[in-house]
């Protein structure tokens, strides 16, 4: 099943035992919170949307953007299931790695995503 992903409670400062992804700090909460609700693998790729304060970095240009409790890409709304698959009108798109980068970040590592990646993202967009 598809979920929209809804921010956690938390209540602790900004600075207290974050995880570092991609040179941003995100509480370890948010973290496990992701793992439990978008999977282990999109966890990183989506915390950094609860946080308006960690926009650096994200693409929400060509990428997901966040809007209200979930996230659009183009007109369309994007859903994560729990295994960080991604499901955009009715099509499901397995979670890799390589597509989370290219869905998420303006600086992509090129060896982070492979030609089957790159072909999703292209239907995808």
């Known amino acids: 099943m598809s979920r929209l992903l809804h921010s956690p409670s ?6 207290d035992d974050d995880v570092s992804t991609d040179d ?4 370890p909460d948010v973290i496990d919170y992701g793992a439990l609700t978008v999977g ?3 966890s990183p790729y989506v915390s950094p949307y609860l946080y308006e304060s960690k926009k ?6 060509y990428g997901i953007r966040r809007d209200g409790d979930g996230f659009m890409i183009g007109d369309s709304r ?8 991604i499901h955009i009108k009715n099509v499901e798109f397995p979670a890799t790695k ?18 089957a990646d790159l072909k999703q993202y292209k239907i995808i967009l």
Not at 10 to 15: L, Q
Not at 56 to 61: E, M, S, W, Y
């Open 10 to 15: 938390i209540n602790r400062d900004v600075d």
């Open 24 to 27: 941003q700090q995100i509480e």
């Open 40 to 42: 282990a693998l999109a």
């Open 56 to 61: 650096r970095g994200l693409d929400t240009d």
């Open 78 to 85: 994007v859903g994560v299931d729990s295994d960080g698959n």
């Open 98 to 115: 390589g597509i989370w980068e290219l869905l998420t970040r303006k600086r992509v590592d090129k060896e982070s995503f492979t030609i």
